[in-house]
């Protein structure tokens, strides 16, 4: 039986790689994006082991929504990418971040990773082999942190947080979380020196992980990252 896959945010970028390589490795992959339309497109783009779904992981609603059709429909899940995410504050101080841009900064790429892992936790713990890896930023590393991007930089801190307690809960998991490096996409912009296959390389890598690998890192290039 192929392994089932989920890539939130696979419409385009860093999500749409790792969602069709995965494909590649044999993985029934499910593509979201909020737009039902854009999220059927991309996973024609991928083939037939790929089918899209709507989803929007800054509302609650929407991931039980999407979580119940998975389990209703679909019936499995192995391996699930927290990669959507929004970049609002580059340029923005601390000092000046607004109430509205941290609040739906946090939600989508901090909250939404943990309701989306609760929502589905039931065909986690039926797979053999569940791997769950959150799309983090070397933004988010609190030992080399700078002033970049307040309200993104502290929500990949607490997604890493995140992945900490998600491992420990979860023995049975391979809980953690990637830094893709700077990869040219809509967020990175086409000034980054890495492609999409090198930002998706430590992300398939922690997807794909033996029974033994680790669990509850953070990790670059596949090598773990300090806090
Ligand atoms: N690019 C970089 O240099 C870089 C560096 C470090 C970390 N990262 C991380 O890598 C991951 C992917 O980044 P990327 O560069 O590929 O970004 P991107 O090109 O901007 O793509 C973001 C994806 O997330 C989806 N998305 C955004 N908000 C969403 C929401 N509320 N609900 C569901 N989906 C949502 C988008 O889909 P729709 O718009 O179709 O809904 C899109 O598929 C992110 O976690 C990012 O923080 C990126």
Redesign the pocket.
Known sequence: MRNVALV??????????VARQLAVRDCSVIV????KD??TA?AEKIGSAAVGHE?????EG?IMTFANWLIREIGRLDILV??????FDENESILGTSAETFETTM???AL?PLLMTQAVLPLLRSSKAARVVN?????GQISSMTSYAPS?SIS?TTLNAITVMLASALPFARVNSA???????????QN?P?S?EE?ADTIIWLATLPDNGPSGGFFHDRKRMAW
């Open positions: 939130t945010g696979s419409s385009r970028g860093i999500g749409f790689e979201t994006s909020r737009s854009t999220a991309a989803l929007d992981t800054s509302d929407s927290n990669n959507a995410a929004i970049l939600r989508t790429n939404g799309v983090s930023s070397g933004a993104y990949k830094d893709p490096g700077w990869v040219r996409t809509d967020m990175g912009g980054a890495r999409v930002g």
